[in-house]
Nanobody, 115 residues
Framework: QVQLVESGGGLVHPGGSLTLSCATS????????MGWYRQAPGKQRELVAT???????TYADSVKGRFTISRDNAKNTVALQMNSLNHEDTAVYYC?????????WGQGTQVTVSS
């Protein structure tokens, strides 16, 4: 059974920073594109950032310049460094692994930006 285990969510003040981490098995991490999505209350789930096994990254326009996705091939983890957080970043963040027609999701971690 494939597992994506997320950590690092929490409460942060506007302008603050937070880092999310997602761990999975080596056989998944080595071939899948890893990504982060988020879903705010009353909204659809949206792409935040992805990183291929070769290290190519993509970002949603709303987070470009503020968020950085990275992967640690030795630890089979993908991280999302989030800076300059604002209220619009409040959401449940989900780790995603995608390869061809195969896709897996983590359980989600809450990020709340509030003063």
């Amino acid at each position: 059974q494939v597992q994506l285990v997320e950590s690092g969510g929490g409460l942060v003040h506007p302008g603050g920073s937070l880092t999310l981490s997602c761990a999975t098995s080596a056989n998944i991490f080595s071939i899948y594109t890893m990504g982060w999505y988020r879903q705010a209350p009353g909204k659809q789930r949206e792409l935040v950032a992805t990183i291929t096994r070769g290290g190519t990254t993509t970002y949603a326009d709303s987070v470009k310049g503020r968020f950085t996705i990275s992967r640690d091939n030795a630890k089979n983890t993908v991280a999302l460094q989030m800076n300059s957080l604002n209220h619009e970043d409040t959401a449940v963040y989900y780790c995603n692994a995608e390869f061809s027609v195969s896709e897996y999701w983590g359980q989600g971690t809450q990020v709340t930006v509030s003063s």
